[in-house]
């Protein structure tokens, strides 16, 4: 249960996160990589600063998911930091479509979370096979439910990742089929 809202607690910074490497390597080829360093900075220092804080007010009982908290605090100010950072370094034409997707993620990853969490306490994981069957139901069905609502609300984002994980099979399955031959 403690891990499970660590968990919780830690997947709302994951937007933040995510937009780290990206827009990192955009500031960085525009030869911005100073001011993006300060800001990677100071989104880590957001974590801690959140997680001390949090530490003073909750009870130990839940200083796991208070933990989780601090850690999306922190990375969603890194992650509105940075866009704040490209949009000035870079022009708003370069956050052209942000709004969409982030819009299109926090539905998407909320449903997919719920569903996949509803589904998951249906299985008792009282033994290591009931855990695995538990999480392979749960992240089967958040897979799933995210798939559908991106398919819904944004097509081209839908078949442009569709593309790119088929392609990914098509390698993996020729690397495969070549390894066999050389054996």
Request: aromatic letters at 2%; proline letters at 3%.
């Amino acid at each position: 249960a403690e891990c499970t809202g660590g968990l919780i607690g830690v997947a709302p910074g994951l937007i933040g996160v995510s937009l780290l490497a990206p827009l990192d390597r955009a500031l960085d080829a525009a030869g911005t990589s100073a001011p993006t360093a300060m800001v990677t900075v100071g989104g880590w220092a957001a974590v801690i600063a959140a997680d001390i804080a949090l530490m003073q007010v909750v009870p130990v009982a839940d200083r796991v998911p208070a933990l989780g908290a601090g850690h999306s605090i922190g990375m969603t100010l890194l992650g509105a930091a940075l866009l704040l950072l490209c949009r000035s370094r870079l022009g708003p034409q370069a956050l052209q479509g942000v709004g969409h997707s982030l819009l299109v993620g926090v539905l998407g990853g909320s449903a997919a979370a719920i569903a996949g969490y509803m589904i998951a306490h249906l299985i008792d994981a009282s033994s290591l096979l009931t855990g695995a069957l538990q999480l392979a139901l749960g992240g089967g069905v958040a897979t799933v439910v995210f798939g559908v609502l991106l398919a819904v609300l944004d097509r081209s984002r839908a078949s442009l990742l569709w593309g790119l994980i088929s392609s990914r099979l098509r390698v993996g399955a020729a690397t495969s089929q070549t390894a066999g031959r050389r054996r």
